[in-house]
């Protein structure tokens, strides 16, 4: 059974830091491309950073949070990351660690459970 | 901020059908490929559609999805109580060289 848990998640204040971590079982992590997506409590889904799978390891990140945000993966540790540094008050949001569908653009097929991320003073 | 957008709400009795329209762009429904995705309160989303038109195994057919032009669509037919949720659009836009998803789209089952 494929199975995708967040940690790393909690408060923190404005400017601090946060790495948030996704382990994966239950399928070849290698071969997965990997994402960070976030929700916002009560609002709409915004995709947030990208790492490619065991031939390149590229990764691309949003917009708004490119230079603040870093997405890694160890794929002997079966795990994914994400930095967080710099964060902001509309950073505050449950963030999903979700994996592509396999050999097709712009679909994830599995989505963890999510952690939550509250940026707060 | 949203670069989809969608219906906001939609709603029918059970055994109706339902449509959701996702508009867009070139940039990204007009040129790159559109998934669909259901979420239930305090859930995580899955998957219903990729591909435009896709069904991922265990999503039932009486969920389709289209595209014409720079709009794609979700459908549901014969309505049950249990698609009572909220929906999502995606696709990659190249201009922002990012994944980007819809405003979502609240379906109520009277």
């Known amino acids: ?121 | 901020q949203s670069v989809l957008t969608q219906t906001p709400s939609s709603s029918g009795t059970p055994g109706q059908r339902v449509t959701i329209s996702c508009s867009g762009t070139t940039a990204n429904i007009g040129s790159q490929p559109v998934s669909w995705y259901q979420q239930f309160p305090g859930a995580a989303p899955k998957l219903l559609i990729h591909s435009d038109d896709q069904r991922p195994s265990g999503v039932p057919d009486r969920i389709s999805g289209s595209k014409s032009g720079t709009s794609a669509y979700l459908a549901i037919s014969g309505l049950q109580s249990e698609d009572e949720a909220d929906y999502y659009c995606s696709s990659w836009d190249e201009s922002l060289s990012g994944h980007v998803f819809g405003t979502g789209s609240k379906v109520t089952v009277l």
């Open chain 1, 1 to 121: 059974e494929v199975q995708l848990v967040e940690s790393g998640g909690g408060l923190v204040q404005p400017g601090g830091s946060l790495r948030l971590s996704c382990v994966a079982s239950g399928f070849t992590f290698s071969n997965y491309e990997m994402n960070w997506v976030r929700q916002a409590p009560g609002k709409g889904l915004e995709w947030v950073a990208h790492v490619s799978g065991n031939r390149n390891n590229l990764d691309y990140h949003a917009d708004s949070v490119r230079g603040r945000f870093t997405i890694s993966r160890d794929n002997s540790k079966n795990s994914v990351f994400l930095q967080m540094n710099s964060l902001r008050v509309e950073d505050t949001a449950f963030y999903y660690c979700v994996r592509d569908l396999l050999f097709v653009g712009n679909a994830w097929d599995y989505w963890g459970r999510g952690t939550l991320v509250t940026v707060s003073s």
